[in-house]
């Protein structure tokens, strides 16, 4: 016996989960893809971000992402660009994944 069975008279009738079927969620974030299809998690939305002064990439992943320490992230996708990650200027875009 459970302790809410006290609470809860036995006889009460239980739920019925017999027609309940596997899935996502209908409530889940649908991210569209290229060809209208839903995009697999390895496909993600990507943006652009113009370097104003005073940022840094921990300020830019903060403002993107809600968290200052996923600035590597932002770094590893624009290597290309930045040879030290204190060292960004104003004026370059970058690519936020």
């Known amino acids: 016996m459970g302790i809410f069975d ?9 739920p019925d989960f017999s027609n309940v079927q596997s899935g ?10 290229t060809s209208g299809t ?3 998690p390895t496909e993600r939305q990507v943006r652009s971000y113009t ?4 940022d840094s990439l921990s300020k830019i992943a903060k ?3 809600g968290d200052a320490s996923q600035w590597r992230r932002i770094y590893d996708a624009n290597r290309d660009q930045i040879n030290d990650p204190d060292l960004i200027q104003p004026g370059w875009t970058l690519t936020i994944p």
Do not use: M, P, W
Request: no cysteine; aromatic share 4%; net charge positive.
């Open 63 to 65: 403002q993107e992402y």
């Open 38 to 40: 839903v995009a697999s």
């Open 51 to 54: 370097v104003k002064r005073g």
């Open 24 to 33: 996502s969620s209908s409530t889940a974030a649908r991210t569209e893809g």
């Open 6 to 14: 006290k609470l809860k008279g036995k006889d009460e009738a239980k």
